[in-house]
């Protein structure tokens, strides 16, 4: 399996949080996290950064932010330029989308922890 370098944006260290699992998961399957979010703290040994760090050599870029507050980082994930942008359900944003397509960027609606539980990530 390859190590696909991923930065979960909208990070968080409750438990019942789709971005706390993805974190988890993606660490269990030996995947490089990144995790940004409001708070810090810390999910399955990775430190949660409220600042938007410089990043590079991003393969995903996994959006657990709601549209609106996905605007704040429209620079910094073009910025990124990640391989691919995952939309999990709830964080659908056609302006984002269309703003990926423009720097190609691929981007995908899906659910994070279904892509790896199936093996598809």
């Given at each position: 399996?390859?190590?696909?370098?991923?930065?979960?944006?909208?990070?968080?260290t409750k438990p019942e949080r789709y971005a706390y699992k993805a974190i988890t998961m993606l660490t269990e399957k030996g995947h490089s996290v990144l995790a940004i979010?409001?708070?810090?703290?810390?999910?399955?040994?990775?430190?949660?950064?409220?600042?938007?760090?410089?990043?590079?050599?991003?393969?995903?870029?996994?959006?657990?932010?709601?549209?609106?507050?996905?605007?704040?980082?429209?620079?910094?994930?073009?910025?990124?330029?990640?391989?691919?942008?995952?939309?999990?359900?709830?964080?659908?944003?056609?302006?984002?989308?269309?703003?990926?397509?423009?720097?190609?960027?691929?981007?995908?609606?899906?659910?994070?922890?279904?892509?790896?539980?199936?093996?598809?990530?």
């Amino acid at each position: 399996m390859k190590n696909k370098k991923t930065v979960v944006l909208g990070a968080s260290t409750k438990p019942e949080r789709y971005a706390y699992k993805a974190i988890t998961m993606l660490t269990e399957k030996g995947h490089s996290v990144l995790a940004i979010g409001q708070n810090t703290g810390e999910v399955a040994g990775i430190k949660i950064k409220t600042k938007a760090i410089p990043l590079s050599n991003i393969d995903t870029i996994s959006l657990y932010l709601n549209p609106i507050r996905q605007r704040d980082y429209y620079n910094y994930i073009l910025e990124a330029k990640p391989k691919r942008v995952i939309f999990n359900p709830g964080t659908e944003n056609p302006e984002l989308k269309q703003l990926l397509e423009l720097n190609n960027i691929k981007s995908e609606n899906a659910c994070t922890l279904v892509l790896l539980t199936t093996n598809r990530y």
